[in-house]
């Protein structure tokens, strides 16, 4: 399993980013997959999930409405569309293969979202 997350930077509040994950070594389109940060002296939290072939995505009230979660099977690849961004969504995005927060070692290498003015 590889995941490779990228589209992180710094941007101010309010602003939007994209990111993007590519997979490989696994059949993507037939897995769920998820997206989880963490930020610095915290635990895991769960950002959005999305079934493997219908589509169905689901998110938690903490970026509900503001974080959008698809995925293109033809490419393997996996986005996040992140919008009405706020200091507190600053962490380390990663890419997980499951359903909410999957074992560590089906996580990608993260890539870093800062939130700031």
């Known amino acids: 399993v590889q995941l490779v997350e990228s589209g992180g930077g710094m941007v101010q509040p309010g602003g939007s980013l994209r990111l993007s994950c590519a997979a490989s070594g696994f059949n993507f389109g037939g897995y769920a997959m998820s997206w989880v940060r963490q930020a610095p002296g915290k635990g895991p939290e769960w950002v959005s999930s999305?079934?493997?072939?219908?589509?169905?995505?689901n998110y938690p009230t903490s970026v509900k409405g503001r974080f959008i979660i698809s995925r293109d099977n033809g490419k393997n690849t996996l986005y996040l569309q992140m919008s009405s961004l706020r200091p507190e969504d600053t962490a380390l995005y990663y890419c997980?293969?499951?359903?909410?927060?999957?074992?560590?070692?089906?996580w990608g290498q993260g890539t870093q979202v800062t939130v700031s003015s």
């Open positions: 999305i079934t493997a072939s219908t589509g169905i995505t």
């Open positions: 997980a293969r499951g359903w909410g927060i999957p074992s560590r070692d089906s």
